[in-house]
């Protein structure tokens, strides 16, 4: 029987409800007792980055998150920097290197700006690490608690592609900022309106070949279930090609889409993504909005700077007749570069940004659900075509 699901932690301080998420990331209801592996929902990303202090900046000015805690030398943390930064139910921890050996710092020298963790909130921490010792996963972190005057919280961790990590929450027992060790900081600056509200999915990418061992991975150790697969012509230019299967936990609340590279006549976007990361890693985030004019506009006056979207493509007849009424006239979204797609749920409306470090590696979506539940396929030639012209600037194509 379906079991209507509960808020995470970071959903009830954002103060978001069911209905919202509904709309924003496509929930389902579901059993969570019978899961081997029962995931609430996300609990933070995790980044490494070569300056902590300016990134947490960039994201609170350009991204208008906001900072809610910290942990560095001032609160005994010797080894680096971190800020932890809230919008909505999203959280980032971005953690930057302050002893020359830090491990933070030679995640950073190898990968440049990145993703080191995606942490899944769980409501058994314990339960979820014997299934998954079962199932052969790489066990990083055993069950432990960490504990201060806030709490305790109970934390595991497990590896999945290249160097990236699920660390386990449960955070049921606690109140704090964040998490032991960590203090709370805000910036003092005045309160801004929400640019997003949740985060739906993040897309990784792995090596030729090896897209279905992990998406295996995922159904075998953490219960998940395939929710799209995208392959031959599905994601494919006239040069380059990939491959792309998504899973997804048992609500819903958290999706992957994995991508592999596939044989075509010049280098694709996974190929440039796995030399320049030097070796597999999280690709993309993508940020749920319920207003997508109003977040592309804040983020382009801030100077995010986003792919460009020919006039071909809104003036396109098959297009006007594929997509059908949406909330705003088409003059709006070509105005601001959205794309719009259709399938038979309802609607999305989205945007992709240039690569946000050095690299040309970590990028950003901006999604608004209208039913859909799908991940735009109808867009995918054009998206892929813009990118083929970012890397030809580049000169990585």
């Given amino acids: 029987m379906a079991i209507e699901q ?28 019978g899961d081997p592996f029962p995931v609430t929902g996300w609990d933070a990303v995790v980044w490494a980055v070569g300056n902590a202090t300016q990134a947490a900046a960039f994201y609170q000015l ?12 001032e609160t005994g ?24 050996a830090s491990p933070v710092l030679d995640h950073h020298r190898r990968h440049g700006d990145g993703i080191v963790d995606i942490a899944l909130e769980v409501p058994d921490v314990d339960r979820c690490i014997r299934h998954a010792r079962a199932q052969g996963a790489t066990v990083l972190e055993e069950p ?18 290249g160097e990236t990590r699920h660390t386990l929450v ?3 027992r606690y109140t704090g900022p964040y998490l032991p060790g960590y203090v709370a900081r805000t910036s003092g600056r005045p309160p801004r309106k929400r640019l997003f509200q949740a985060l739906d999915h993040v897309v990784g990418n792995v090596e030729l070949g090896r897209m279905d061992e992990w998406v295996g991975f995922y159904h075998r150790v953490m219960g998940f279930t395939n929710m799209a697969e995208f392959i031959g012509d599905d994601i494919a ?26 044989a075509g006549k010049k280098r694709s976007q996974i190929d440039e993504y796995l030399e320049f990361y030097c070796g597999p890693g999280a690709q993309h985030l993508a940020l749920a909005t319920n207003d997508i004019l109003r977040t592309v506009d804040a983020l382009r006056d801030a100077g995010v700077e ?16 594929r997509i059908g009424e949406v909330r705003v006239p088409i003059e709006e979204l070509q105005a601001r570069g959205i794309l719009v797609d259709r399938d038979e749920d309802g609607y999305l409306l989205q945007i992709f940004t240039r690569p946000i ?37 580049r000169g990585n194509f």
Avoid at 310 to 316: F, G, L, N
């Fill in 6 to 33: 509960t808020l995470t932690n970071q959903e009830r301080l954002a103060e978001l409800g069911l209905d919202q998420l509904q709309q924003l990331v496509g929930l389902v209801e579901y059993d969570e007792q």
């Fill in 62 to 73: 350009a991204f208008g998150m906001e900072l809610v805690a910290y942990s560095g030398p």
């Fill in 77 to 100: 943390n010797r080894d680096h920097h971190a800020y932890v930064l809230r919008s909505g139910a999203v959280r980032f921890v971005l953690k930057g290197g302050v002893d020359p």
């Fill in 144 to 161: 432990h608690d960490v504990t201060d005057e806030h709490g305790t919280v109970r934390l595991a961790a497990i590896a999945t592609y």
């Fill in 170 to 172: 449960d955070r049921s």
């Fill in 237 to 262: 230019t006239e040069y380059s090609a990939l491959m792309s299967k998504v899973v997804a936990s048992g609500n819903h609340r958290v999706k992957f889409p994995l991508n592999e590279p596939a």
């Fill in 306 to 321: 986003f792919l460009p979207t020919p006039d071909s493509y809104y003036t396109d007849p098959a297009l006007r007749a």
């Fill in 357 to 393: 470090g050095d690299r040309p590696t970590v990028f950003f979506e901006l999604i608004e659900r209208h039913g859909s539940l799908g991940f735009g396929k109808g867009n995918f030639q054009a998206l892929f075509e813009a990118i083929e012209r970012e890397q030809a600037r």
